[in-house]
């Protein structure tokens, strides 16, 4: 449990001015063919402190924290921003004021020992070894995290938050009949939670080892897709990874200031109308997000961005300084990963929202296409071009599903990609066993529906 050594030393009214500790731990055990090959932890924390003055920023972080350290990188960073002020002179306004967000201090839940997590692993590796034959190699990895932030700044915020969160990662392995390894990987569960809120014993995901076999024993059978423009499914996995890394990041204030293509399109259709998105805080539809924020970084009230209504893009995530430029409501987006991080701005949990179609009418409405249910890693730059690897597929012939796909990749431009858009699955999927690689690692959730469009795909 962090000790506050920070309240009261930041006077509301003043600069806008940051104080911040940190604590975060970290553990993983990998076995691969039952072997342990991973068991590590780690524990890092400090305090830092940063200062606005009159458009230039002051920063300072400490690995000690303590009341000296915590006096000490506020005093530098003060004398930081006004020694950038007397250099730049950029004259700009005082940051808007947002409302004060308190928390009372969280209860700690007690560190738990990574032999539960190698025993887990061990169980979990045997009942794989035993239950499916023919694999060529199996690998299990447990991993888990927690942040703890005590927060106070100039706008009267004081809020000690805590987030845990954990996972448990399956990777399977099988080679084909001419000599190619193929590999699929699952997260069994887990999001923002402790170890025993989610995991009891192996046999809990029978059904989600089962489905990932099945799937990869049809993948030695797969085929190669027809390369070029093609009627797809994207599965909420992919539709999520859309989100988050094709349209997410050109809708970021300090990215369209750096001239995304989303910079002249506020308040355009960039979207079939069957489409909307939005940036959410801590809760979506009624039910708590994977990965919920209450309060940035900047001390501001997270709240939820509406980044895309009915196809037309109504919005940007910002931070104070930004939403000041743009005109627009700051909702809470500047996230710092550790406690040496400025905040940046940052996605929470972002998805695309579901629509009224039912998967099984998807599927049936395609005559000729696929359906792309798997993906490992994507990449998008600022014009808003993508291309994701798909490592899980089928073939849609006459309205029904065929052969699997080998790995192959898609690509396209979000916002042309779209404005194709025809329909739209009835169910929201999250995922949040990853990280946002934005200058630092941040945690993020990202969701979707299953989503019918055009995109180009590879071919053998």
């Known amino acids: 449990m962090l000790n506050d050594y920070i309240s009261g030393l930041i006077q509301t009214g003043t600069e806008h001015t940051e104080l911040r500790a940190q604590q975060t731990e970290s553990a993983t055990v990998a076995l ?11 524990k890092t924390g400090g305090v830092c402190a940063r200062v606005y003055k009159n458009g230039s ?9 303590d009341k000296d350290s915590a006096r000490d990188v506020l005093a530098s960073a003060r004398e930081n921003a006004a020694f950038l002020d007397g250099k730049l002179r950029k004259g700009k306004a005082p940051l808007p004021q947002t409302k004060p967000f308190f928390t009372a201090p969280e209860t700690l839940a007690p560190v738990l020992p990574r032999k539960l997590y190698i025993d887990y692993a061990t169980a979990l590796d045997a009942y794989i070894a035993k239950t499916y034959p023919g694999l060529s190699g199996r690998k299990v990895i447990v991993k888990s995290e927690k942040f703890e932030k005590l927060l106070c700044a100039s706008n009267g915020t004081k809020a000690h ?13 099988a080679d084909t009949k001419d000599g190619e390894t ?52 994207l599965a909420p996995s992919l539709s999520g990874m859309l989100a988050h890394e094709a349209v997410g990041h050109t809708v970021e204030a300090d990215l369209v200031l750096g001239g995304s293509v989303a910079g002249h399109m506020l308040g355009k259709q960039v979207a079939s109308p069957l489409v909307s998105m939005t940036d ?7 039910k708590p997000c994977p990965l919920p924020v209450f309060v940035d970084d900047e001390g501001t009230e997270c709240e ?3 980044l895309i209504k009915d196809g037309v893009l109504t ?3 910002n931070n104070l300084e930004s939403s000041q430029r743009f005109g627009m409501a700051p909702r809470g987006n500047a996230r710092a ?16 929202l579901p629509g009224k179609d039912k998967l099984e009418d998807m599927i049936a409405s395609i005559d000729r296409g696929y359906y792309l249910t798997r993906t490992d890693n994507g990449q998008a730059d600022t014009t808003g071009e993508f291309m994701f690897g798909v490592t899980m597929g089928y073939e849609i012939r006459n309205g029904k599903l065929g052969r699997a796909l080998r790995d192959t990749t898609i690509s396209g431009v979000a916002f042309e990609m779209l404005k194709t858009v025809t329909m739209v699955s009835d169910e929201l999927v999250w995922e949040s066993s990853g990280y946002c690689g934005k200058k630092q690692p941040m945690p993020v959730g990202i969701g979707g529906p299953a989503v019918k469009c055009k995109v180009t795909i590879g071919g053998q």
């Open 57 to 65: 920023w002051g920063f300072a972080s400490c690995a000690d924290y």
């Open 304 to 306: 939820d961005e509406i």
């Open 182 to 233: 193929l590999e699929l990987f699952d997260v069994l569960d887990g999001g923002n939670g402790y170890f025993p809120d989610y995991f009891t014993a192996p046999e809990q995901f029978a059904e989600k080892i089962d489905g990932l076999y099945r799937e990869l024993m049809d993948k030695t059978q797969g085929v190669f897709p027809e390369a070029g423009k093609a009627d797809v499914i």
């Open 315 to 317: 919005g940007y995530m």
């Open 32 to 42: 691969i063919g039952g072997n342990l090959v991973a068991n590590t932890g780690s």
């Open 280 to 286: 959410y805080a801590h809760t979506a539809l009624g």
């Open 337 to 352: 990963f550790a406690y040496s991080d400025e905040p940046l701005i940052r996605m929470r949990n972002t998805a695309v």
């Open 161 to 173: 938050t805590v987030a845990p969160r954990v996972y448990v990662y399956v990777f399977l392995s």
